[in-house]
């Protein structure tokens, strides 16, 4: 089985989408929405699909994540998030992954669901990073053996690259397998924020992370850019 952990925080009119792509997948899948406290319709939203395991907890995609996790019953743990729907067939690509001899986890391809040539250009970037150094981020769907997921025990719980800390974690006990399945990722924050505002400020914080600087001052210097 493969549990799909969905954190969300004020996803209202989003997460819908997400669960019935994944409700939509002929597989053995269980759904869990791990929300932090949303002041909107989420939950709502979420409950209105059958067989939902709905998981209250405080904010934070890392400590939301692992509480999802905690009451999953699946082999495969997939950490999905809410403006994000996956490529149908995602399912059998994940078992065959993670049959691999070596392989911990992985991701998939990741795109953003809006057309324009810059997007084209993130998508790219996204692509060679992956090739070059094996780093998914949490934006195109990480997925993780649930054995490799306790040895880690799960994600530190801070404000930001949590995704990151994670995928590095997971490359010291096996390979990271990115996925041709595509991960479709909705363009609000770059239309909302500007496209290149957007790219120029994660790839600040991901140099200052690198850096060394603390996730929490990063979490200030991205959500106040947001």
Not at 36 to 61: L, M, N, P, Y
């Amino acid at each position: 089985m493969i549990s799909v952990v969905i954190p969300t925080y004020n996803e209202e009119g989003v997460v819908g989408r997400c669960i019935e792509a994944v409700a939509a997948e002929e597989a053995d899948c269980e759904i869990i929405v791990a929300d932090g406290g949303s002041s909107d319709g989420t939950v709502a939203e979420a409950e209105g699909f059958r067989d939902v395991v709905i998981v209250r907890t405080r904010k934070g995609r890392g400590c939301q994540m692992n509480a999802g996790a905690a009451g999953a019953r699946g082999d495969v743990f997939l950490f999905l998030h809410a403006d994000t729907v996956l490529q149908e067939g995602w399912s059998r690509d994940v078992l065959s992954a993670c049959e691999e001899d070596g392989v911990g986890g992985g991701a998939f391809t990741f795109r953003i669901d809006s057309p324009g040539r810059h997007y084209r250009l993130t998508e790219h970037w996204v692509k060679l990073r992956c090739r070059l150094f094996s780093l998914p981020y949490g934006d195109q769907g990480i997925f993780v053996k649930r054995d490799t997921f306790e040895k880690l025990n799960g994600y530190v719980d801070i404000p930001l690259m949590e995704d990151v800390d994670i995928v590095e974690r997971m490359k010291k006990i096996g390979r990271i397998r990115i996925l041709d399945k595509m991960a479709y990722t909705q363009a609000r924050k770059w239309m909302r924020e500007g496209w290149l505002r957007t790219s120029l400020r994660n790839q600040l914080v991901m140099l200052m992370y690198r850096l060394g600087v603390d996730p929490h001052r990063l979490a200030r210097i991205y959500y106040r850019g947001a």
